[in-house]
T-cell receptor, first 110, second 118 residues
């Protein structure tokens, strides 16, 4: 079992829909990252959080430390949101190693 | 502002050859990371530096891989000899280190080097 699990693996939705991508982890962490990788391959760091919630535009990231779970939400989704979203956990007892999820491939249809 | 700059963007070479990937971090950033991405294994951290010093190289697959950071504005990842299984996209990222470790500041990624070993 991977230490960082994402779901779903693939998601196709219509433009305007509310999107939720989930990340569960089994290690103790000090921070969790959400990354976005566009079809062209470039990677952008969206959020880094260790508690609570962060919001940037239409993107919202939440984390529940007790439940070892984080979610990334996209409101009013748009085709340009189509990308792979990657969750990455910084493990406190693993020499600060970052452990990546396999990613969620999101496709927003116009 | 210039982001993280990687070169080359693409590299195709025959197995057994030496490959050198280059990275220029964002000016002022004091942490630098090398990642590898493949279809099979996804994104993996290879090594990271703080203030030009390698901190954790446990992700480096084997002795054929080496990384250096001779100064704050330049790093290299070298593979010698290269093998077909090294084919991947290699990303470099940089960030500010806040004194608590590698993961506490957003990382800025370069566009990656797509490496193909024939």
């Amino acid at each position: 079992k991977n230490e960082v699990e994402q779901s779903p693996q693939n998601l196709t939705a219509q433009e305007g829909e509310f999107i939720t991508i989930n990340c569960s982890y089994s290690v103790g962490i000090s921070a969790l990252h959400w990354l976005q990788q566009h079809p062209g391959g470039g990677i952008v760091s969206l959020f880094m959080l260790s508690s609570g919630k962060k919001k940037h535009g239409r993107l919202i990231a939440t984390i529940n430390i007790q439940e070892k779970h984080s979610s990334l939400h996209i409101t009013a989704s748009h085709p340009r949101d189509s990308a792979v979203y990657i969750c990455a956990a910084r493990a406190v007892n693993r020499d600060d190693k970052i452990i990546f999820g396999k990613g969620t491939r999101l496709h927003i249809l116009p | 502002d210039a982001g993280v700059i990687q070169s080359p963007r693409h590299e195709v070479t025959e197995m057994g050859q030496e490959v050198t990937l280059r990275c220029k971090p964002i000016s002022g950033h004091n942490s630098l990371f090398w990642y590898r991405q493949t279809m099979m294994r996804g994104l993996e951290l290879l090594i990271y530096f703080n203030n030009n010093v390698p901190i954790d190289d446990s992700g480096m697959p084997e002795d054929r891989f080496s990384a250096k950071m001779p100064n704050a504005s330049f790093s290299t990842l070298k593979i010698q000899p290269s093998e077909p299984r090294d084919s991947a996209v290699y990303f470099c990222a940089s960030s500010l280190r806040d004194g608590r470790g590698m993961g506490n500041q957003p990382q800025h990624f370069g566009d990656g080097t797509r490496l193909s070993i024939l």
